[in-house]
Each structure stands twice: as structure tokens, then as C-alpha cells.
């Protein structure tokens, strides 16, 4: 097999990991679809902020330049990751929230339809979100997964996701929402994200993607893909920092006729007139409730700005090699591990999962070494591959630390 060395002096990106803050005592890290490492860019875009915005011009900056941030972010990103147009996308609250007031526009504008389709292996809280929903306006639950062929415990088979097959089956006229990951978070699996809008539609439903484990390293083309609602997190591979606000992308044919359920002032056509009643700001704006968490949207500036000068499809390429080296090494060295993830690139995003007895045990053990993986329930390893900050050394050191993992 080829060795890492070589596959890190051939990548045409490599020049790029450099830009990243590095601790000495990380030997690898393979978690950035959790949390992506911070650039060096941003500590001084930051310190700016707080001296020269935030110090200097104190609550004059609201008028001059805070309060248009989040969507002056959102068409960079939709520009250099969502292949959305301007004036679609705006950064707010968080994923979870976000999914909550996306989920209950789209299911209030299909009055008369009593059902929201999700999957059982999409992440906990967006079942949740989607259970909530269901609760409050009366609406079923239509899952898939834990149909025949499954897995015992109702999960879809653990290599794989939602296609148009098993969506077909749950759609009729009934559906009002159908709410789908384009990656899904354990396995990987990478949807069609195009095939699977348009078999809603075809049935008359909308649909909301949660983007959070694809934006940043896998291609996306909301406009072209006839995509009606999607958000997703920016602390993943769109390095934000913790607790970094999400993005929200309302299709701009949409936005006239959603009304989202948290209504706030900043929201409203003239938020400083202090007037009485709600009437909702045209275009995304309408989107917002409250006031913008502006320090937190600093970072994901900086890659967002280092995305678009790369071009996803040269990140799509690297993230394509690291994930198959990954493969192809743990088969190599893991004989005991399944792999529980996509074989096919194609259908794949930017982390993989292995399964193992013991895996839980290993993890912990790694993570005192500076190896770090992520674990997944019940007894999964997932290995996330930041395209321009991962390195192919990195993804042996961590296969190398499950073969080997120490006391
Ligand atoms: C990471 C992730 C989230 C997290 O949501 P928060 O509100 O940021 O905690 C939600 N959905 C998916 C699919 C994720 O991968």
C-alpha cells in the first residue's frame, strides 16, 4: 500500500494545513465533523473584533455594520458551499432551533397533511425536533427504517441511508414534510439529494436537509437542486468554534409564503419602530427572532473565505482520498473491524465508521494519547476527515492507534 508520507507530499492541498492552530500534544486528530480546528486567521479576526467593533465603536456598531452580518455571511457561504443565490441564506441560532422553526414553516404551509417523514438513523435531534412538531400540531410520525430487512433495533442497515427506493415507499398524499440529512452523521452515507426533493415534490411535499456532517466538504447546489429549506451546523467543517451559530437557506420562491413560529422583533419589516403587533421583514430577514449572536459568527468567516479560494471540488477530491486510504488501511490492519460506511466513494461523505467489540474501551485510550476519534453508539469508531486540515498521516496514526491501543 502506498504510504501515508508519499500521499501527504503528492496533496496538492497540503500547503493548506498550516493555516490551522495545531497543539503539539494532538497527534491526530480525526474529529473535525464534530468540531473543526480553529484557523490561525480568526484568532486575529476575533481580537479585532473586541478591540477596534466591539471596544471602539460599542452600540454604534449595530447600525453600522452587525446587524446585516448574519446575511452578508449567509451569501458568502451560499456562494462558496450552498450553490444558493444571494438573499437565501442567513446564520442564527443553532441547528436544533433552526430545524424547529424550518420544520414548522413548512409543515404550516401544507395545511390538511398529516404526516412528517424522517429516518431512524438520522441524528437524535432532529428526531426530536420532528417528534415535538408532530406532538404539537397533531401530526403521525412516519419513520423509515425498521422495515424488513433491517437491523433488529428498527435501524436501516448501518452502511448505508435514505434513498429514493425507501422514501418512495413513505410518500403519498398525506405528506406534508419529509426531513432528511444529505450525510448522514454515523454511517456516512451521502444522499441524492436532488433525487430524493423532487420525489417529495412530486407528491406535493417540502423538504428540509440538514446539511450539518456535508457543507464544507462535500459539493452542494441548492438552487440547482430545486432544494426548499435546508440548514445545517458551522462549528463542523465550516470551523466556526463551539456553539458557532447555524446557517438557514429558504428558497427565495418560498419566503413570501413560510412563516416561521418564533416571532421576534428583529424579524418584523421595521424592528426599530418598537411598534405594536408582528408583521414579518420580506426575504430571509423574516427568518431571524432575535438578536444576531455576532461574536460567535466570526470564525466561520475565515473558512468560508478559504473554501471558496480552494473550491469544493478540489476539497470533494482530497476528502475522496482520505477516506478511501482510511478504508483501505483498516481492512489492511483491523482484520476484526466492520466497516459501517459506504464502499462507494460516490456515496459517501468525508467520515467514516468502523465497527468493533471493544471499540468503546479504545476510544478513551486513544484520546489520552492525543488520537482522536470519535466514538458512536454501540460500538463504533468514527474517523472525520477535515479535507484541508487532515492529513493522510494523521488517518494512519489513528488506524494504527485502534490496532495498537495500549493498556
Ligand atoms: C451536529 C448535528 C446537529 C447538532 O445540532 P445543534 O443544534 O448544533 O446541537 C444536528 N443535526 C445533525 C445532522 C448534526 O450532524
Known amino acids: 500500500m502506498i504510504s501515508s508520507e508519499s500521499l501527504d507530499s503528492a496533496d496538492p492541498l497540503a500547503a493548506h494545513r498550516a493555516l490551522f492552530l495545531r497543539d503539539e500534544n494532538v497527534v491526530a486528530y480525526l474529529d473535525g465533523n464534530s ?13 479585532r473584533f473586541l478591540t477596534e467593533q466591539w471596544g471602539a465603536r460599542l452600540i454604534r456598531g449595530w447600525d453600522e455594520s452587525w ?8 451569501d458568502d457561504l451560499g456562494r462558496a458551499a450552498l450553490g444558493a443565490g444571494p438573499g437565501q441564506v442567513t446564520i442564527g441560532d443553532s441547528t436544533t432551533v433552526l430545524l424547529y422553526k424550518l420544520i414548522r414553516a413548512a409543515v404550516d404551509a401544507r395545511p390538511g397533511r398529516t404526516e412528517i417523514i424522517i429516518d431512524r438513523d438520522n441524528f437524535p435531534t432532529d428526531r426530536f425536533v420532528v417528534e415535538g412538531i408532530a406532538a404539537e400540531r397533531g ?3 412516519v419513520w423509515i427504517g425498521g422495515e424488513k430487512g433491517d437491523g433488529a433495533d428498527g435501524a436501516p442497515a ?10 418512495m415507499k413513505k410518500l403519498s ?17 451521502l444522499a441524492d439529494v436532488a433525487e430524493l ?27 440547482a437542486w430545486g432544494v426548499d429549506l435546508a440548514t445545517g451546523c458551522s462549528y463542523k467543517y465550516l470551523n466556526g468554534g463551539p456553539g458557532a451559530p447555524a446557517f438557514a437557506y429558504v428558497r427565495a420562491e418560498l419566503q413570501g409564503q413560510l412563516r416561521q413560529p418564533i416571532q421576534g422583533w428583529l424579524g418584523t419589516a421595521a424592528p426599530f419602530a418598537m411598534g405594536q403587533g408582528y408583521t414579518p421583514a420580506t426575504g430571509i430577514r423574516s427568518f431571524t427572532s432575535g438578536t444576531p449572536p455576532i461574536v460567535g459568527m466570526l470564525a466561520m468567516q ?10 469544493i471540488t478540489a476539497i470533494r477530491e482530497k476528502s475522496v482520498a482520505l477516506t478511501e486510504f482510511a478504508i483501505e488501511l483498516a481492512a489492511d490492519m483491523l482484520p476484526n473491524a466492520r466497516l459501517a460506511s459506504p464502499r462507494n466513494a460516490a456515496e459517501r461523505g468525508s467520515h467514516i465508521t468502523l465497527d468493533g467489540d471493544g471499540f468503546d474501551r479504545i476510544v478513551p485510550k486513544l484520546w489520552a494519547q492525543g488520537i482522536l476519534p470519535d466514538f458512536r453508539s454501540p ?21 494504527w492507534g485502534i490496532r495498537h491501543p495500549g493498556k
Open 35 to 47: 468540531l473543526g480546528r480553529p484557523l490561525i486567521a480568526s484568532i486575529d479576526r476575533v481580537h
Open 67 to 74: 446587524l446585516d452580518l448574519p446575511e452578508r455571511i449567509g
Open 139 to 141: 401530526l403521525s410520525v
Open 158 to 167: 448501518s452502511d448505508s441511508g435514505v434513498n429514493v427506493k425507501r422514501l
Open 173 to 189: 398524499a398525506r405528506t406534508a414534510v419529509v426531513v432528511l440529512s444529505q450525510v448522514a452523521y454515523r454511517s456516512g452515507y
Open 197 to 223: 426533493t423532487s420525489a417529495a415534490h412530486e407528491v406535493g411535499a417540502l423538504v428540509v436537509w440538514d446539511l450539518s456532517h456535508s457543507v464544507g466538504a462535500v459539493p452542494i447546489e441548492l438552487d
Open 302 to 311: 475565515d473558512m468560508i473565505a478559504l473554501i471558496e479560494k480552494v473550491g
Open 379 to 399: 460500538d463504533g469508531i468514527r474517523i472525520g476527515m477535515s479535507p484541508l486540515s487532515t492529513s493522510f498521516t494523521e488517518v494512519e496514526l489513528g488506524i
